[in-house]
């Protein structure tokens, strides 16, 4: 059975800095591609980051480039986004992906393998 569980999140200032963390169970974590994405209150999910299965071709959404950095530690099977400079529309749960495919995670959120359950970032101005 595959797990991702998320864990970071949390309430910060504008200005501030966070690291979310993924741990990934039940897969070859080094065979996948991993993702975060974000969804705000009644808004649709959207992509912020992927990392492919070695780290290297990082993506980021335009909203969050110069802020976010994803990184994986393959030997611990976890995924990390360390987000600086946060902004009030940051805000959402976060949720961590893995897909076979880095170009499906980078395409949006249909048909991805796999999901975590989301962690909640609140930014307050």
């Known amino acids: 059975q595959v797990q991702l569980v998320e864990s970071g999140g949390g309430l910060v200032q504008a200005g501030d800095s966070l690291r979310l963390s993924c741990a990934a169970s039940g897969l070859t974590f080094s065979s996948y591609a991993m993702g975060w994405f974000r969804q705000a209150p009644g808004k649709e999910r959207e992509f912020v980051a992927a990392?492919?299965?070695?780290?290297?071709?990082?993506a980021y959404a335009d909203s969050v480039k110069g802020r976010f950095t994803i990184s994986r530690a393959n030997a611990k099977n976890t995924v990390y986004l360390s987000m600086n400079s946060l902004k009030p529309e940051d805000t959402g749960v976060y949720y961590c992906?893995?897909?076979?495919?880095?170009?499906?995670?980078?395409?949006?959120?249909?048909?991805?393998?796999?999901w975590g359950q989301g962690t909640q970032v609140t930014v307050s101005s």
């Open positions: 990392i492919s299965w070695n780290g290297g071709i990082p």
């Open positions: 992906a893995a897909d076979s495919s880095l170009m499906k995670l980078r395409a949006g959120v249909h048909g991805i393998d796999y």
